[in-house]
């Protein structure tokens, strides 16, 4: 599975973006999908999640109410809206996918900057 995101940039604080992330390879394979993002100097954390068979989504606490995970199934393309962006968004924003047929296998994108200004 290869993951590719575009659509990071710099905004002001109170901006939107969306982020997409471009799926092929054995995508049949995905059974979750999520978006992560990396602050500086700082871990890698969830900030949206999908699961693939059901659609049931999750957010981490501080982006409920303004982020929107979705995913365009024809496309196999995996999107983020964010609304209402902070400073504290800040960070590179990583798409992830897993499989769980056995051993779970995690697939990784690139990376998109995203810069909330003040």
């Known amino acids: 599975v290869h993951l590719v995101e575009s659509g990071g940039g710099l905004v002001q604080a109170g901006g939107s973006l969306r982020l997409s992330c471009a799926a092929s390879g054995n995508t049949f394979s995905i059974h979750a999908m999520g978006w992560y993002r990396q602050a500086p100097g700082k871990e890698r954390v969830m900030v949206a999640g999908l699961a693939i068979g059901d659609g049931d989504t999750n957010y981490e606490d501080s982006v409920k109410g303004r982020f929107t995970i979705s995913r365009d199934k024809a496309k196999n393309i995996l999107y983020l809206q964010m609304n209402s962006l902070e400073p504290e968004d800040t960070g590179v924003y990583y798409c992830?996918?897993?499989?769980?047929?056995?051993?779970?296998?995690?697939?990784w994108g690139q990376g998109t900057q995203v810069t909330v200004s003040s």
């Open positions: 992830n996918a897993v499989d769980l047929s056995s051993t779970p296998v995690f697939y």
